[in-house]
Structures are given as C-alpha cells and as structure tokens.
C-alpha cells in the first residue's frame, strides 16, 4: 500500500518538475519569440527570495491575507448561520430565497464600482468583497445541507424526546457539515482570487496590487511570483478544508 | 404501560379509524402498502396531523409533541444517527432528555449488554454494521428512554429470511419481557401468525377486521382480508379423537390430521398455504400429517409459485418460492406428498 502511494506522489510530481525543466531550457536558450517577458524559473525564484528579505512581498501578502481572513471569516460565519435558519424554518426560507436568489448570479466583482461609491476606496472595500464573495455561496451550501438531513432521522430525534434546538445542534448541523465544507472549500480558493481582483483595480497595497505596480515596470519575474503565491494560497486554503472535514467527519462518512 | 386508544382518527389517509389496543399487548396493524399502517403509526407517535383523538390510559396526548410522548420508535429503514457510533445512537435520547452521565452511562451499559451489542459499541452505522445489527441498535435506541409504547414500522423488511425470522423472534421476547405496549406494522401476512396477539387489518384507511389471528384467520370479514391472509388452507373437521399430551387426530373430507388440542371440542383447521411443504419422495418419520396427494394445478407469480394440490376430497392451496419449485422438477398430474407441520396449524374451537 506504502509503495502504491509513493508511487502516485511520484506521478503527480514528475510533471511539474518536467514543466518547470521546461520552461527554464525555453527561457534560458531564448527559444521563443518575445523571451524578455519570459524569465527563467530560477530567476523567478531568486526574485521570490530577494522580495522576502526585502520584507515588500510579506507587507503585501500579510495585507491580502488579513482581507481574507477577515472577510472570508465574516462571511462564511454569518452564510452558515442564515443557512442554518433558513434550513430550518421553512417560512424563513421560502421569505428570503427570492431575493437570494436575485443577489447570487451576480459575481462579487459586479459589486466593486458600486461598492466604491457607497464604503469608499479604504481597508473595507476589499473585505465587503471577500465577505460579499463567501456568503451566498456557503449560505447556499448550508440550506441544502440541512435540507437533505433525512426527514425521518428527525422524526426519530423527536420520539427519542429530543426538542428542537436539541435536534438542531445535535442531528442537522453535524449531518449538514460535509455540505457545508463543500462550500467553504469552494470559497476559500475564491477569495483569493477575488481578493487579488480587486487590490490590482482599486487598493494601493496587497500581492494583487504588487502585480500592477510590477506591470507597470515590465517586471515579469515579480508577477509570476505573485501568481505563484496566488496558486499556492488557494491550494492551501482549500486543502485545509478538506483536512477539516475529513477530521470531523471521516469517522461515519 | 399504557392502553392506547385511537378515536375516529381521521387525516389524508385513516378514516375514522378506532382501535384500542391493551396494556402490554402486541398489536399487528396488517395492511397493503399505502392502506395506511404507517400512517396510524405517526398518529400515535405525535408525527402526522390528524383529527380525533388519541389516548394513553384514558388521558389524551393530541396536544403533546411527539417528544413527550413516551413513544418508541422502530423505522423500516432503522434511522439510525450516521454521525454517532453505536453507544452514542443508544444514548441519544437519554442525553436529550438532560441525564447525567453516570445514568446514561449505566442505561446504555445496560442495552448494550442485553442486546449483545457491546462489541459494536464504538462502530459507526454505516461502517459496517449488518442490517440485523442496525436492527437491534435501533431497537435498543427506542427502548433505551423507557417508553410506555413501543410502535415498530416493517422493521424486518430489508433483512434476508432468516434474520428477519430470528430477530421477530427476539423482538417478541424482548417485548414480553419489557411488557410493553406494542403496535407492530407489516404487509407481510407470514408474519402475523408469528407476532401479534391480536391483529388489526388495514384496508384503505379504515380498520377492516380485528380480533385474535384465528378469529381473523377463520373468519375473514371480507374478501380483501381473505386475500391479506393469503387465502388459507380452513377445513370442516367431521370428527376429532383426542390422543395425547395436548394433541387430537382430526378427520376430514377423507384425510385425517393430528392437531393440537386443549381439551375443546374443534370445528375447524386451518393452514397457511406458505407452511405447508411438498416432497417427491416419501418423507422419512412417522406418517402424521404427511398426506400423498395428486397437483391439479401450478401457477407462477414470481417470486411465488401457487400449487393446488387434491389430498382425499380436500384441495390444498400450497404457496413456495420459485426455488422451491424448481429443485423439485415436479409438474400438475405428478404424485406428491405434502407435509403439514403441526406447529403451523390453527385450530377453531367450537362451542
């Protein structure tokens, strides 16, 4: 089993250093046309380290990382909890799903010139962003996931004594975790994107704003950096949802 | 425990439903699949709507929830909770109703022991508990908040025969042994004569027929409960001698059958068409109840194979299983025998 699973990292690793050996023999050799705007890799890292110790790439990074957290948790948190209502009671849900449903199809980008105008180009732009980007979808997630608890599984809370809240806390939300980290997984990616979105059209600081100060002065390097970190972020943020959920529920899934 | 009485219950389904049924009695609601059985089970149980009324010992329960209603119950699919292991599922409703641990403790201790469930007390529903023992979680889950009444919904259903066999077994003992106030809901007639003391037929939501199963058995009220009781075998007895320790050797229309006997005098014998067996050969032991006959007729309804077989002046209605039918390799006009267990048969007394 140990050899089977070495064996699928090796398979899943041998592209990526292939393309990366790739890309430094194109880069180097000049074997495209336009080659200045394609550095090589080992440039692209040296770039990497020199922006570390230099301490400009963590500024930016903590700064975009501080507007995830922050608008990622706000709006997750506050998605689960209508979820969790408007799962519940169905009245709430039938109240609100229209206008849900009216808000969701636009992407969280549309908001940004409206936005602007109404909070101002400052810290909240980019958070009401992120929070706008995490919310329908999780709250989505959450109202299917409680929605799908089986009827009769509830039924029998019920004629084991439990009340309501009880059956609330101890059968729907358990039961409706995996959906739940379905979107919060889903999200946690997309808030990075979002995020470097709107640093690069509005926000003077952050990795998405280090990349348009970076075009500006035809520094290639320094964007594929960014993009770098972009990827792995989103990489990371999703993966570590899926450690969550597998922790939490792995043990009867 | 309670006696529990259904007045003119009436909702989408049950129409004017009354049924009373007794302190610690075993009730079988038979019916066909969509007769409303289930229905009746969510009336007692506070889940479905309904007008009427229903009470326990007298005191009626319509305005409390299903929560407080001291209600057990047994789903056909089991419902166990996928996110709680084992002792987690037993212990739910005591937790819901705020014991303290150490109580919890002991009571789930308790069930997991007489349901000889201690080995699985920390396994998860679906990871890899059979269906017979997600039954008997489920069933130690409903039991565990010391219910007044117990209400099981086809809880066999999904189980292959012999399980479903040995665990009606159990759930009976067990029922006699907590006394408690059942009502036991199927489609499946084989079980009626297995289970209940008294059984209630359910016809398009309406109660069709009640009484004991050989008052039910011998005298079907109407086609349709006939057909639910599978059409049996019922014979006018001419004569009976009496023989030993509780037996008496009936006659028939030119057969004769030894059947149990309590000391009165019998009108009537009865078998299920599914309780009796067919053999090509001469069965070996002593010829009680094994009759040579010749088959009139074979009429497959698969899974079932329904076989008319003429033993002296009497037409046996025989039903076996498709694979039954075929390992005999038998045709109509082939000689058979036919073995009627004693267990099986149900006599009618007379006066």
């Given at each position: 089993m140990k050899k089977r699973k070495s064996s699928t990292f090796w398979w899943g690793v041998l592209p990526v250093v292939g393309f990366l050996a790739l890309w430094e023999v194109i880069a180097r050799r000049g074997l495209?046309?336009?080659?200045?705007l394609l550095p090589p890799f080992s440039v692209v890292i040296r770039e990497f380290f020199d922006l570390t110790s230099s301490g400009l790439l963590l500024e930016n990074f903590e700064a975009s990382l501080l507007r995830i957290v922050i608008g990622f948790c706000a709006g997750s948190v506050t998605g689960i909890l209508f979820g969790i209502i408007m799962g519940w009671k169905e009245i709430l849900r039938r109240t609100f799903s229209p206008i849900i449903a009216l808000l969701y199809p636009i992407p969280a980008l549309g908001w940004l010139p409206l936005l602007m105008l109404w909070i101002g180009i400052n810290e909240m732009l980019p958070i009401a962003i992120i929070f706008i980007c995490s919310f329908f979808p999780v709250l989505y997630n959450t109202i299917t996931g409680i929605r799908q608890v089986n009827k009769k599984v509830v039924d029998a809370a019920r004629t084991l004594g439990a009340s309501e809240r009880y059956i609330l806390f101890h059968v729907f939300l358990p039961l409706a975790l995996p959906n739940i980290f379905t979107g919060l997984q889903l999200e946690a990616g997309m808030a990075w994107r979002v995020v470097i979105a709107a640093e690069m059209v509005a926000i003077p600081t952050g990795i998405g704003a280090l990349m348009m100060k970076a075009e500006s002065l035809i520094r290639v390097d320094i964007i594929i950096v960014c993009l770098m970190i972009l990827s792995f972020m989103c990489l990371v943020f999703e993966r570590l949802f899926i450690y969550l959920e597998g922790k939490l529920t792995s043990k009867w899934k | 425990m309670p006696t529990v009485e259904l007045k003119g219950i009436t909702n989408y389904i049950c129409r004017g439903v009354n049924l009373a049924i007794e302190n610690g009695e075993l009730l079988v609601l038979l019916g066909r699949t969509g007769a409303g059985k289930t229905t009746l089970l969510n009336v007692i149980a506070g889940l479905a709507p309904y007008k009427g009324s229903v009470t326990f010992d007298g005191v009626e329960?319509?305005?409390?929830p299903a929560r407080k209603r001291k209600v057990g119950y047994l789903f056909q699919d089991f419902?166990?909770?996928?996110?709680?292991n084992v002792q987690e599922n037993i212990a739910f409703g005591l937790r819901a109703k705020g014991l303290s641990k150490s109580d919890v403790f002991r009571r789930v201790d308790e069930l997991l022991s007489s349901f000889k469930l201690q080995h699985l007390a920390d396994r998860y529903p679906n990871k890899g508990l059979s269906g017979g023992e997600k039954q008997r979680v489920a069933l130690a889950r409903a039991l565990a908040p010391w219910p007044e009444v117990l209400l099981l919904d086809e809880p066999f259903n999904s189980l292959d025969l012999r399980t479903a066999k040995h665990l009606r077994m159990e759930l009976k003992r067990i029922q006699r042994s907590f006394h408690i106030t059942t009502v036991y809901v199927t489609h499946n007639q084989r079980e009626v004569s297995e289970m209940g003391d008294r059984i209630a037929v359910i016809h398009k939501g309406r109660v069709e027929q009640i009484g004991t199963y050989g008052e039910v058995f011998f005298a079907p009220k109407s086609k349709s409960v006939s057909s639910l009781l599978g059409s049996p075998n019922i014979f006018h007895c001419k004569s009976f001698t009496p023989l030993t320790s509780g037996i008496a050797q009936v006659k028939l229309n030119g057969i004769s059958l030894v059947v149990p006997y309590d000391g009165c005098p019998i009108e009537k014998v009865a078998i299920s068409p599914w309780n009796i067996y067919v053999s090509r050969q001469k069965p070996p032991g002593p010829e009680i109840n094994r009759l040579r006959g010749i088959i009139l007729s074979v009429r497959r309804t698969s899974p079932i194979v329904n076989v008319k077989v003429k033993c002296g002046n009497e037409t046996l209605n025989i039903e076996l299983q498709e694979e039954q039918w075929d390992d005999l390799e038998l045709q109509a006009g082939n000689m058979v025998f036919v073995i009627l267990p004693l267990r099986w048969i149900e006599v009618k007394r007379g006066e």
């Amino acid at each position: 089993m140990k050899k089977r699973k070495s064996s699928t990292f090796w398979w899943g690793v041998l592209p990526v250093v292939g393309f990366l050996a790739l890309w430094e023999v194109i880069a180097r050799r000049g074997l495209i046309s336009g080659h200045l705007l394609l550095p090589p890799f080992s440039v692209v890292i040296r770039e990497f380290f020199d922006l570390t110790s230099s301490g400009l790439l963590l500024e930016n990074f903590e700064a975009s990382l501080l507007r995830i957290v922050i608008g990622f948790c706000a709006g997750s948190v506050t998605g689960i909890l209508f979820g969790i209502i408007m799962g519940w009671k169905e009245i709430l849900r039938r109240t609100f799903s229209p206008i849900i449903a009216l808000l969701y199809p636009i992407p969280a980008l549309g908001w940004l010139p409206l936005l602007m105008l109404w909070i101002g180009i400052n810290e909240m732009l980019p958070i009401a962003i992120i929070f706008i980007c995490s919310f329908f979808p999780v709250l989505y997630n959450t109202i299917t996931g409680i929605r799908q608890v089986n009827k009769k599984v509830v039924d029998a809370a019920r004629t084991l004594g439990a009340s309501e809240r009880y059956i609330l806390f101890h059968v729907f939300l358990p039961l409706a975790l995996p959906n739940i980290f379905t979107g919060l997984q889903l999200e946690a990616g997309m808030a990075w994107r979002v995020v470097i979105a709107a640093e690069m059209v509005a926000i003077p600081t952050g990795i998405g704003a280090l990349m348009m100060k970076a075009e500006s002065l035809i520094r290639v390097d320094i964007i594929i950096v960014c993009l770098m970190i972009l990827s792995f972020m989103c990489l990371v943020f999703e993966r570590l949802f899926i450690y969550l959920e597998g922790k939490l529920t792995s043990k009867w899934k | 425990m309670p006696t529990v009485e259904l007045k003119g219950i009436t909702n989408y389904i049950c129409r004017g439903v009354n049924l009373a049924i007794e302190n610690g009695e075993l009730l079988v609601l038979l019916g066909r699949t969509g007769a409303g059985k289930t229905t009746l089970l969510n009336v007692i149980a506070g889940l479905a709507p309904y007008k009427g009324s229903v009470t326990f010992d007298g005191v009626e329960v319509d305005s409390l929830p299903a929560r407080k209603r001291k209600v057990g119950y047994l789903f056909q699919d089991f419902c166990l909770f996928p996110h709680l292991n084992v002792q987690e599922n037993i212990a739910f409703g005591l937790r819901a109703k705020g014991l303290s641990k150490s109580d919890v403790f002991r009571r789930v201790d308790e069930l997991l022991s007489s349901f000889k469930l201690q080995h699985l007390a920390d396994r998860y529903p679906n990871k890899g508990l059979s269906g017979g023992e997600k039954q008997r979680v489920a069933l130690a889950r409903a039991l565990a908040p010391w219910p007044e009444v117990l209400l099981l919904d086809e809880p066999f259903n999904s189980l292959d025969l012999r399980t479903a066999k040995h665990l009606r077994m159990e759930l009976k003992r067990i029922q006699r042994s907590f006394h408690i106030t059942t009502v036991y809901v199927t489609h499946n007639q084989r079980e009626v004569s297995e289970m209940g003391d008294r059984i209630a037929v359910i016809h398009k939501g309406r109660v069709e027929q009640i009484g004991t199963y050989g008052e039910v058995f011998f005298a079907p009220k109407s086609k349709s409960v006939s057909s639910l009781l599978g059409s049996p075998n019922i014979f006018h007895c001419k004569s009976f001698t009496p023989l030993t320790s509780g037996i008496a050797q009936v006659k028939l229309n030119g057969i004769s059958l030894v059947v149990p006997y309590d000391g009165c005098p019998i009108e009537k014998v009865a078998i299920s068409p599914w309780n009796i067996y067919v053999s090509r050969q001469k069965p070996p032991g002593p010829e009680i109840n094994r009759l040579r006959g010749i088959i009139l007729s074979v009429r497959r309804t698969s899974p079932i194979v329904n076989v008319k077989v003429k033993c002296g002046n009497e037409t046996l209605n025989i039903e076996l299983q498709e694979e039954q039918w075929d390992d005999l390799e038998l045709q109509a006009g082939n000689m058979v025998f036919v073995i009627l267990p004693l267990r099986w048969i149900e006599v009618k007394r007379g006066e």
